[in-house]
């Protein structure tokens, strides 16, 4: 499985992003979640946002935090992650990444086998 994310770019404070993540090569089973994640300057890898494949869940890294939303296109094999309101604080590489763990696993970056190679965003104020 191969992901490329793209979409990023730099943006002024309140614009808005759509990220896009697309998977390539064998989709048979080898991944049922799909989470973004982001990594400031010199910050850890954090969670933003999972989708399952093939169900209703998804989830924020803050149920309060209405800026992001993740949705997916089965037929083109893609997931994208919507922000809006973008603040400096947002700025970050974004990867998008794909587990075959439970659903449970969501968050923790380890669970994931498959990444992107990331895509920049830079929100100047």
């Known amino acids: 499985v191969q992901l490329q994310a793209s979409g990023g770019g730099l943006v002024q404070a309140g614009a808005s992003l759509r990220l896009s993540c697309a998977a390539s090569?064998?989709?048979?089973?080898?991944?049922?979640?799909v989470g973004w994640f982001r990594q400031g300057p010199g910050k850890e890898r954090a969670f933003v946002a999972a989708?399952?494949?093939?169900?209703?869940?998804?989830v924020y890294t803050d149920s309060r935090e209405e800026r992001f939303t993740i949705s997916r296109d089965n037929a083109k094999n893609e997931v994208y992650l919507h922000v809006n309101g973008l603040k400096p604080d947002d700025t970050a590489v974004y990867y998008c990444?794909?587990?075959?763990?439970?659903?449970?696993?969501?968050?923790?970056?380890?669970?994931?086998?498959?990444w992107g190679q990331g895509t920049q965003v830079t929100v100047s104020s």
């Open positions: 090569g064998r989709r048979s089973s080898p991944y049922s979640v």
């Open positions: 989708i399952a494949w093939d169900s209703d869940n998804r």
């Open positions: 990444a794909a587990s075959g763990q439970d659903w449970r696993w969501h968050r923790i970056v380890s669970k994931y086998a498959y």
